[in-house]
């Protein structure tokens, strides 16, 4: 049974970052991809940040491009998201995901398993 556990969630003022961390297990990383969402109260989740566990491949949203970093420790089995120069509108829950699909999918509807989430608040 495929596991993924967030954290590194919490407050912060505008311009300032963060680190979230996921911690995958049940899982052969060598085969999936890995992504990072996010939903907002009243909205939908979307799309963040995707990364291929072999080949390093990237694929990020406009909005976060330039700021936001994933990356993944395969000793560590953990995919990381770096946040830095936060923008009040970065404010949501952040959930990790995984997709066995070819490709970094932006959809949710691709990634079959999911965190629970971490809370991620950015003040002005």
């Known amino acids: 049974q495929v596991q993924l556990v967030e954290s590194g969630g919490g407050l912060v003022q505008a311009g300032g970052s963060l680190r979230l961390s996921c911690v995958v297990s049940?899982?052969?990383?060598?085969?999936?991809?890995m992504g990072w969402f996010r939903q907002a109260p009243g909205k939908e989740r979307e799309f963040v940040a995707g990364i291929s566990w072999r080949g390093g491949y990237t694929r990020y949203a406009d909005s976060v491009k330039g700021r936001f970093t994933i990356s993944t420790d395969n000793a560590k089995n953990t995919v990381y998201l770096q946040m830095n120069n936060l923008k009040p509108e970065d404010t949501a829950v952040y959930y990790c995901a995984v997709s066995r699909l070819q490709g970094i999918a932006a959809t949710t509807s691709a990634y079959a398993d999911w965190g629970q989430g971490t809370q991620v608040t950015v003040s002005s």
């Open positions: 049940g899982l052969t990383f060598s085969s999936y991809t």
